[in-house]
């Protein structure tokens, strides 16, 4: 099932809209851009028509942005939308070794449930959170024409966005330094299904492009951002 870019970020405005004046009033509400880097492991190997295949991706950059609001003291909703990069790279291991190296754009959605450790009139605040979100991994073109008129893994294939749902969890620590700034460091794992690109695990036909794969991945991000409260502390 396909799901718009924002549509978590709508119903989370949304639930803003329709909450209670004086929880929204109460709520701490705040903003974080952050950045940091993306590790997804992602490595699988298998053979394809008697040869040997490693595939991999690799470490990239992320930008997130997240919207905050407190419903207690210690309990957070948040929602944010995370744009980064994570190329595949597939290692032919056969009597003519290849490397190819496909650009992979990664769209990640989440909306979650945070537990802070201190109340949210403490300037330290650690936490732990959970939640669900909606993930899709979207080839670039470059690595479309690659794979049509080279070869993705044994044979061409027709590349196509992957999108599934997906379950972060992590935890980090908010730090605010004065009325309207902080600063919040952030460790998330962001587990879905392995992406395959539309590419079948099994050939459709003879000499069909196929990709034998399946299972899960982690994607770890550590991040560092800065917090813009909107409403100041007295």
Do not use: C
């Not at 040869?51 to 991999?56: G, K």
């Amino acid at each position: 099932m396909r799901i718009s870019t924002p549509s978590l970020w709508l119903a989370f405005l949304m639930l803003l809209a329709v909450a209670a004046p004086d929880v929204v009033a109460q709520g701490n509400p705040r903003i974080t851009i952050f950045g940091g880097g993306s590790f997804l492991q992602g490595d699988r190997s298998f053979v394809v028509s008697g040869d040997n295949f490693t595939t991999e991706f690799i470490t990239g950059g992320k930008l997130r942005a997240r919207a905050s609001l407190d419903l207690t003291s210690h309990w957070t909703l948040e929602a944010d939308y995370t744009f980064g990069r994570n190329n595949f790279r597939v290692n032919e291991m056969g009597t003519t070794p290849a490397q190819r190296d496909f650009g992979i754009r990664v769209n990640n959605v989440t909306l979650n449930l945070v537990r802070f450790f201190t109340a949210s009139e403490r300037r330290f605040r650690p936490y732990l959170g959970t939640g669900i979100g909606w993930v899709r991994y979207s080839p670039t073109d470059a690595a479309k024409n690659l794979a049509l008129t080279g070869e993705f893994i044994g044979a061409p294939a027709n590349l196509t966005a992957t999108n599934d749902f997906s379950i972060p969890f992590g935890g980090g620590i908010e730090f605010r330094f004065s009325r309207w700034l902080g600063t919040r460091i952030d460790v998330r794992d962001n587990i879905s299904r392995v992406a395959r690109f539309g590419v079948p695990t099994t050939p459709s036909g003879p000499g069909g492009a196929f990709f034998p794969v399946d299972g899960i991945t982690h994607n770890v991000q550590v991040e560092i951002g800065v917090v813009f409260f909107l409403k100041p502390k007295d």
